[in-house]
């Protein structure tokens, strides 16, 4: 049973560094694509960006400037940060995988497993 | 960017009744690559559809999507108690996106 663990500091004032962290366990690191997502509160979803194995990224354009999405394969570990916070990055992270074959490049584009989620709230 | 535009934004019906979501696509959608999603007070998304109509592990067969190009469409057979959410819609065609939900709520 694949899990996703997320954690990482929940409390930022404007101008500093989001970071968080999330662990796969229980399952393969290669063949997904390891992304970043948020929530703010009351709000609908928005895609930050991903990451694979081998550490080749894509971004959110409206984001790709104050993000950097970064991999430890020898920990199954991939993390977020995300400069420059103000309070409109307040909101729920979550970590997600989506599947793809890594001879075709095939992916169906899902997000079948998700962690937890991290709140973050950014004040002053 | 592709923007989805999911419809109606509450949809208030009884448990047993069929539940009809939209999502619509500025563009078309390549390869299907549509995702639906519920998600629950508290709790993060679950995948319940991709690739327009195939359901994800697990899900109930009152699950349905159906659509190509620009108009997706989740279907809910009979609503059942633990049915009651809000749905987005997701797209990987383009980048990735999501819809603004639908929150379907008892009547």
């Known amino acids: 049973q694949v899990q996703l663990q997320q954690w990482g500091a929940g409390l930022l004032k404007p101008s500093e560094t989001l970071s968080l962290t999330c662990a796969v366990y229980?399952?393969?690191?290669?063949?997904?694509?390891w992304s970043w997502i948020r929530q703010p509160p009351g709000k609908g979803l928005e895609w930050i960006g991903e990451i694979n194995h081998s550490g080749s990224t894509n971004y959110n354009p409206s984001l790709k400037s104050r993000v950097t999405i970064s991999v430890d394969t020898s920990k199954n570990h991939f993390s977020l940060k995300l400069s420059s916070v103000t309070a409109a990055d307040t909101a729920v992270y979550y970590c997600?995988?989506?599947?793809?074959?890594?001879?075709?490049?095939?992916?169906?584009?899902?997000?079948?497993?998700w962690g937890q989620g991290t709140m973050v709230t950014v004040s002053s | 960017e592709i923007v989805l535009t999911q419809s109606p934004g509450t949809l208030s019906l009884s448990p047993g009744e069929r539940a009809t979501l939209s999502c619509r696509a500025s563009q078309s959608v390549s390869n299907s690559y549509l995702a639906w999603y519920q998600q629950k007070p508290g709790q993060a998304p679950r995948l319940l559809i991709y690739?327009?109509?195939s359901r994800a592990t697990g899900i109930p067969d009152r699950f349905s999507g159906s659509g190509s190009g620009t108009d997706f469409t989740l279907t809910i057979s009979r609503l059942e108690p633990e049915d009651f959410a809000v749905y987005y819609c997701?797209?990987?065609?383009?980048?990735?996106?999501f819809g603004q939900g639908t929150k379907v709520e008892i009547k």
């Open positions: 997600a995988r989506i599947e793809y074959d890594i001879l075709t490049g095939y992916s169906n584009g899902a997000f079948d497993i």
């Open positions: 690739g327009a109509s």
């Open positions: 229980g399952g393969s690191f290669s063949g997904y694509y």
């Open positions: 997701q797209q990987s065609g383009s980048s990735r996106t």
